[in-house]
């Protein structure tokens, strides 16, 4: 005989609370938003005039922004923002998700471009309030990725080299914060090699305009490998580390390595590795061979080889570490596309769906620069933004005002509330940034 509580069978439920927040915590957001006055800068920059949907972009795209922060993936989910006091907590009026539609549909190139621009304008002045590397060494990860879709009516989406239908932006992020500095949206059978050299070219520009006044460095997988590529990054002064496939001339250039060349290097328990570097046409190569050991050394009994060139100086087995690091670009595109923002693409329009992706892009810097200037996250770690949502955002609450003055009123005994508190100090403490 099942024993059963009826205690749980007897909780009522009522949706009747006005006071009520679903996500208190965006109240950090929130605040530092307002410090980078970005509805204003939005409401300057983008401007939709005589189109259909098109008054008053500002509060449009940071509706858009604070439900990506929050982790909605849909239009829909705009409406969380708009139950009980919710609204309370953002700066901004908060749009119905029909109008939201109509405004992402109204986008044109161009105009996707202006609201490029206010990304660019935001991350400079995020960087004025302390979160920019200044003169210290800037390493920037170039890659693609692909969105998927579903159905033949999104505008522009298309089979490439996976096989999957979808879209396949270009990505840009910043080496140990996780930061987007640049996105680009691209048809889905797009080359992984598109748009590169322009895309690098605007990219180098605006992290100078931004304040990176010292070293840049940008790595690449061998998707990027491209002699005008390698020429772009010289003309613009910027260090390269490029993965290369294995050619034929490269194959011949790395069989003439000696043997005693190869340094070993530390790898995993059932493999071994080994690094040596040589010229290929009057470039450095560094290259790494690896081969299994043990029971699974029949798999691969002979060396895999994985090269890369650049113009770097240093050791090859340090600078062959450095390069391997490029894989943690994967972790800024899976916050990028899990959970919110580019897990799904919401319009048939290329245009809407392009303006959708910098409106994902900017709530995914906005939760960095919240951890960082809030100093919720240790230096040394990346900013997840799925830790940020549950210890710092996804705080139910309630907003009461006794005595005219308004309180938000969080759980009791929450784990993160010191944290919290000490980010909302930091983040009221910053000045405004001048217009």
Known sequence: MTSVSRGIDRIEVTFDDPNLVANAGLLLVATLVVRLRLERLINDLVDLRGRVGGALPGRKVLTLVHALVAGGSHIDHVDVRR??????????????????GTFLRAFTFGHVRQLDSVFAEA????WSLGAGPGDDRLV????????????????????????????????????????????????????????????????????????????????????????ATIATLGRLDVGYTMGIRMVKSVVTAVSAIDEG?????????????????????????????????????????EWRHFAFLTDLEGDPVDVDAFHRAHATVELAIKDLKEGAGMEHVPSGSFNANAAWL???????NLIRWTAMLGEITPEEHLV??????????????????????????APHEWPWAEAFSRALDLLRALPPVPV
């Open 261 to 301: 060349a190869w340094t070993p290097i530390d790898y995993t328990m059932d493999g071994i590795a080994e690094v040596a570097e040589c010229l290929y046409k009057g470039r450095r190569l560094i290259v790494r061979r690896t081969r299994l050991v043990g029971r699974q050394a029949t798999l691969w009994p």
């Open 123 to 126: 991350l400079r002045r995020a």
């Open 83 to 100: 139950a009980g006091a919710t609204q309370s907590v953002l700066p901004h009026r908060v749009m119905a998700p029909s109008t939201l």
């Open 358 to 364: 910098v409106c994902a892009a900017l709530a995914h």
């Open 384 to 409: 997840v933004a799925r830790t940020v949502r549950t210890r710092f955002l996804s705080i139910p609450g309630r907003l009461v005002s006794p005595g005219g003055r308004p309180i938000l009123r």
């Open 140 to 227: 920037v990860d170039l890659d693609s990725t692909i969105c998927p879709v579903c159905g033949k009516a999104k505008h522009g989406a298309g089979y490439g080299y996976s096989k999957e239908l979808g879209y396949h932006p270009l990505v840009a992020t910043r080496a140990g914060t996780g930061e987007l500095l640049h996105v680009r949206m691209r048809k889905g059978s797009a080359n992984t090699q598109r748009g590169t050299k322009r895309f690098i070219e605007e990219l180098v520009a605006r992290l100078r305009r931004g304040g990176a006044t010292g070293e840049l460095v940008m790595r690449f997988d061998s998707g990027f490998w491209s002699n």
